[in-house]
């Protein structure tokens, strides 16, 4: 099974603060994925990392990829009660059938108080 | 657009009930997805549909049926539910079913489940 860790799982910030939440696994990714989930409402794809040491940005949100392709990073700066919600990681991978599928981290919940 | 669309948005069912989840996506993209979310929870894969073929079942129990009939529409018929099948069914649909593209997933807001 490649299991997928993230930290924290809870995070609870005053508006205007920085993060940063981790994605890790002992295996090498061939990609990731970032989604942020608000409540009742399905995941939204925030970005894919492919090539190690690789950092994209999206607003106030910047994604780094490891040099090894065993880790990501997803850095919040002056954070917004919009930024709410929470943060899942996802990989790709191949189940025993040979069928690709994701799999999912635990996720982040992020609370930013106004 | 990257719209996924699910319909209903909230559904209570006795565990009598024959009910059915409806997911439409009109992107072009050939692979189905149905996820199961319990609260405080990531998604858990249930099935996956690839050119219209179910590709993956995750040992899913039989109550769960899911349907394809064609490259924008999938279904989720549901019969003699318990309830701790109460949950966030979540529909996705990707590019492809097979390559880099098939990990980034497009959701839909999800049907939110309660069987009593």
């Known amino acids: 099974t490649q299991l997928l860790e993230q930290s924290p799982q809870f995070l609870s910030i005053q508006e205007g603060e920085n993060l940063t939440v981790y994605c890790n696994s002992s295996?090498?990714?061939?990609?990731l994925q970032w989604y942020r989930q608000e409540p009742g409402e399905g995941p939204v794809l925030l970005v894919t990392?492919?090539?190690?040491?690789e950092v994209k940005k999206l607003k106030r949100l910047t994604f780094q990829f490891g040099d090894a392709r065993k880790d990501s990073s997803l850095h919040i700066t002056a954070a917004q009660p919009g930024d709410t919600g929470l943060y899942l990681c996802?990989?790709?991978?191949?189940?025993?059938?040979?069928?690709?599928?994701?799999?999912f981290g635990i996720g982040t919940k992020l609370q930013v108080i106004p | 657009d990257t719209e996924v669309t699910q319909t209903p948005k909230h559904l209570v069912m006795g565990m009598t009930n024959k009910k059915s989840l409806k997911c439409e996506q009109h992107?072009?993209?050939?692979?189905m997805y149905w996820y199961k979310q319990k609260a405080k929870k990531p998604p858990e894969l249930m099935f996956v549909?690839?050119?219209?073929?179910?590709?993956i079942n995750e040992s899913v129990p039989s109550r769960f049926s899911p349907e394809c009939p064609n490259s924008s529409l999938l279904n989720l018929h549901l019969h003699a539910l318990q309830p701790e099948d109460s949950a966030l069914y979540l529909c996705?649909?990707?590019?492809?079913?097979?390559?880099?593209?098939?990990?980034?997933?497009?959701f839909g807001p999800g049907t939110r489940l309660t069987v009593t």
């Open positions: 295996s090498v990714f061939s990609s």
């Open positions: 992107m072009g993209h050939r692979a």
């Open positions: 990392v492919v090539t190690g040491g």
């Open positions: 996802a990989r790709g991978g191949v189940n025993s059938g040979g069928y690709q599928k994701v799999t």
């Open positions: 549909y690839s050119y219209e073929k179910l590709s």
């Open positions: 996705a649909s990707s590019q492809a079913a097979s390559g880099s593209l098939s990990y980034e997933q497009y």
